[in-house]
């Protein structure tokens, strides 16, 4: 409670994603005061924030307001705030408006940003996937892509509007790729009159030699399939070069052959990501470096170099795995992190000692690709089709569960899977005068 | 369809609300090519605007988009543009991207716009609710006020951030004012630490002497009592003369007493309606005359003077019931009036004689207060309280109904009741790099 935390141990988190709300929930009823601090006033499911870029869910169905879900964790107060720098001798950060928030200790979990390789201009007609606004403004464009194709009279500016450029062949890109590619082949399918939405074409950029690198080869090559089978073409081995409001320039062959360019007016960022910013303003703080991809390094027990009152935890990390390689950026980790750091703490407030390293237990990873098609693979065990399809369903929905927006979540995908319709496909944000009437 | 379309009677519809969707599907099947304009993607459903404002239903819930329900229209195709201008001896409509389509038969259905009486610099301020954006951007109001109010140490700050003006007492200003009463009792009644919701103050101000004015005074009264049972202050025969950021000035009785100064900082604007700029340029190219309120007056039979190939519906016209005065600015109106125009167009293609001037029938009217309270009366029948309320909610799902989302919004709002919740708190449309990470 307020009124007696001046006593009780403070512990500051700062970001209410998967890592810092689940470390927040390990501390429900526990001897501490926690402060959750965010930007936004919502918990974001960030897995599928691309049916929202393509029209499948709304906003809220993905999004749950981070006081609703620690209403009734009394020791735990959320502030609306962003977070400007740190003074770790003080032992406080530093807000935007001024206020300083006092820790004892400190758990940074603001995740990661786009991340473009230095190409910080191509955001503009390249927009990535990280925010609701994100997804809001892709699906606009994507929309309002078609909408302006079946305006124009001109072939070649038709042919543009209705190319789609995904770059990135990981999770996200294939999602996306084999979103767009449903919701012009089945959901639009009788919208217009002038143009086929079918005859959309949707390419997916990829560097390396297959879809879904982080998976096992053989789901690559299924993956690779099933998107050739929904008519989505992948290039491999094809670095982008250029990115334009008007064409996307390439370099095919690793880079090794002659670029060219293809033209469309849509790109989407599935590429790279690094970690947020506030990583940076952290480890200058601490008088430690961040790795090339922003990521904040950090000891066993997922506290940075000899602070051990400060932890980074999920996507901002850089937590060297058993191969030596940092883990990757998924909700798995971050949660597990989130619940590992907050059972650290207990520990050292019990006076326990402390409880090992953190391991992450990988359970598996799965990729949608699109109605009735997913890869996974789970403990060794490799599936896909159908089957893995179902599996991604019931994961994802009870991933959900914990938040209230399970069931409408639910419907809302059965009506799609019956009706092929995706009921959000809206063209909104544009607050003007214009937009008012009419 | 396209091809054939040259030589049938081309109707150009102007606006997806209620009148121009209903009229287009009036002309499903007729042997006429419809051009349905809209500068959005969807058709909205209004009445239920107060839901998204105050997080209760996401803008998809409420709205549909026209292709998707026009779909299967063939006669029928959406255009996604901006109407600027007429060419009344042409016959064809202007676009603000230079394109000009023809019309043989047109009708205007661009609905109402926001009216500050003129202090449009009120708007800032005090934002209307017609539109999505409208509805998301009091969302946010509603939403940052108490998290900036969680935030301040300043009693007075605190107290205007709590204070909450609506103005005008009709439908909407009533619907809004309970609802954000109810978020602030109940949704949100845990949610915080440093302030308690239900401190928050809901004032409506309304220039007669009763709120729902177009209602029965006995229900008006039933309304008054439910709202003060809710804790809402009604200040009846109470100008309001000045809106800034941080206060609202009101002058009582009749605007006969001394100003005095409301201390607030959200005020949402109920009060007043004209009709869509696009209603004085058709009036102007048709040589007459808008009323004060911007409508188009129309004939018996919805055309304008003596313009028999042009109709005007819906809000946006004034069309004298049988008592003279102007029909009021309701769905139902715009709704039969869209039929009726659609079937006097039918008539007239077969040669047909005239079917009579269009009647409204007044198959009553309702306005919600809040949680299982509500008004209304239906061919002088009155009811109020719950029974009431079940009545609207069953009213405005078949409503819905014609559209795909009523399941859903069936379950939400069950959801709701059940649990009080509101999922669709979200605190968004800030679409900047600060908003992105964290």
């Known amino acids: 409670?307020?009124?007696?935390?001046?006593?009780?141990?403070?512990?500051?988190?700062?970001?209410?994603?998967?890592?810092?709300?689940?470390a927040a929930q390990g501390l429900d009823k526990q001897p501490v005061d926690v402060t959750m601090i965010d930007r936004r006033n919502f918990h974001?499911?960030?897995?599928?924030?691309?049916?929202?870029?393509?029209?499948?869910?709304?906003?809220?169905?993905?999004?749950?307001p981070l006081r609703g879900i620690l209403r009734h964790q009394r020791n735990t107060r959320v502030l609306l705030g962003e977070v400007i720098?740190?003074?770790?001798?003080?032992?406080?950060?530093?807000?935007?408006?001024?206020?300083?928030?006092?820790?004892?200790?400190?758990?940074?979990?603001?995740?990661?940003?786009?991340?473009?390789f230095g190409n910080d201009k191509w955001e503009e007609f390249a927009p990535g996937l990280k925010t609701i606004e994100d997804a809001t403004e892709i699906r606009r464009r994507v929309l309002s892509a078609f909408e302006r194709a079946e305006r124009s009279t001109d072939a070649a500016e038709r042919a543009r509007l209705l190319t789609f450029v995904v770059v990135g062949g990981g999770p996200t890109g294939v999602e996306m790729a084999g979103a767009i590619r449903e919701l012009a082949l089945h959901t639009m399918r009788y919208d217009f009159r002038a143009i086929d939405p079918a005859t959309c074409k949707v390419i997916i950029v990829e560097g390396q030699n297959?879809?879904?690198?982080?998976?096992?080869?053989?789901?690559?090559?299924?993956?690779?399939?099933?998107?050739?089978?929904?008519?989505?073409?992948?290039?491999?081995?094809c670095h982008v070069t250029e990115i334009t409001a008007t064409s996307v320039t390439v370099k095919p062959d690793g880079g090794k052959a002659e670029p060219y360019k293809i033209e469309t007016a849509n790109v989407v960022w599935g590429a790279g990501v690094?970690?947020?910013?506030?990583?940076?303003?952290?480890?200058?703080?601490?008088?430690?470096?961040?790795?090339?991809?922003?990521?904040?390094?950090?000891?066993?027990d997922c506290t940075i170099s000899n602070r051990p009152d400060i932890f980074v935890v999920g996507d901002l990390a850089s937590f060297k795995g058993a191969d030596g390689k940092p883990l990757p950026g998924l909700a798995p980790v971050?949660?597990?992190?989130?619940?590992?750091?907050?059972?650290?703490?207990?520990?050292?407030?019990?006076?326990?000692?402390?409880?090992g390293n953190f391991?992450?237990?990988?359970?598996?990873?799965?990729?949608?690709?699109?109605?009735?098609?997913?890869?996974?693979?789970?403990?060794?065990?490799?599936?896909?089709?159908?089957?893995?399809?179902?599996?991604?369903?019931?994961?994802?929905?009870?991933?959900?569960?914990?938040?209230e927006n399970r069931v409408l979540v639910m419907i809302q995908w059965f009506w799609n899977y019956v009706t092929r319709n995706r009921a959000a496909r809206l063209i909104t944000g544009e607050r003007s005068t214009d937009a008012r009437s009419g």
């Open 359 to 403: 391991k992450y237990w990988d359970k598996g990873s799965m990729a949608t690709i699109g109605r009735a098609q997913a890869v996974g693979e789970s403990m060794g065990i490799r599936f896909s089709g159908y089957i893995a399809w179902l599996g991604w369903l019931f994961i994802h929905v009870l991933y959900i569960a914990r938040f």
């Open 274 to 300: 690094k970690g947020s910013p506030l990583g940076k303003i952290l480890a200058k703080a601490a008088g430690i470096e961040t790795d090339r991809a922003g990521r904040v390094p950090v000891n066993g």
């Open 1 to 22: 409670m307020a009124d007696d935390g001046a006593t009780k141990h403070k512990v500051v988190i700062i970001g209410g994603g998967f890592g810092g709300l689940l």
């Open 44 to 64: 974001l499911f960030q897995p599928l924030l691309y049916q929202v870029a393509t029209g499948g869910l709304s906003p809220a169905n993905i999004a749950s």
């Open 210 to 237: 297959r879809v879904l690198g982080a998976f096992h080869e053989s789901l690559s090559a299924k993956a690779l399939r099933a998107l050739n089978g929904m008519g989505i073409e992948v290039k491999l081995d």
């Open 334 to 355: 971050a949660i597990q992190q989130g619940q590992y750091v907050a059972s650290t703490i207990v520990r050292r407030l019990k006076g326990e000692s402390p409880g």
């Open 85 to 116: 720098g740190f003074d770790l001798t003080a032992k406080h950060v530093q807000l935007k408006d001024g206020t300083e928030v006092p820790f004892d200790s400190l758990i940074v979990a603001t995740g990661s940003t786009h991340h473009y």
